[in-house]
Nanobody
Framework: QVQLVESGGGLVQAGGSLRLSCAAS????????VCWYRQAPGKQRELVAF???????AYADSVKGRFTISRDNAEYTVYLQMNSLKPEDTAVYYC??????????WGQGTQVTVSS
């Protein structure tokens, strides 16, 4: 069983920054990719960014140029650096790890609130 634990959420003013962390119970090299999703109240969960085992990254258009996904050298944690935050970035942010056997693991989420 894989455990994913997100942290780093909080309340920030518009224009501010936060760094989210997703700590995995096994090396992220075990997964095809690790993703960050978010879900705002009344909206569907949406993909924000992902990083593959090979290190490739991709971003939603809404966060491109403001958010950066990365991983630590020990390869157990994935980060989401969020800069120039906007009120519309307010959501619960979730980490998801996609394993080669098509099993997806989710964390419990961390709340990000951006005030105007």
């Amino acid at each position: 069983q894989v455990q994913l634990v997100e942290s780093g959420g909080g309340l920030v003013q518009a224009g501010g920054s936060l760094r989210l962390s997703c700590a995995a119970s096994r090396s992220i090299f075990n997964f095809n990719r690790v993703c960050w999703y978010r879900q705002a109240p009344g909206k569907q969960r949406e993909l924000v960014a992902f990083i593959t085992s090979g290190g490739s990254t991709a971003y939603a258009d809404s966060v491109k140029g403001r958010f950066t996904i990365s991983r630590d050298n020990a390869e157990y944690t994935v980060y989401l650096q969020m800069n120039s935050l906007k009120p519309e970035d307010t959501a619960v942010y979730y980490c998801r790890a996609d394993s080669p056997d098509y099993t997806n693991y989710w964390g419990q989420g961390t709340q990000v609130t951006v005030s105007s």
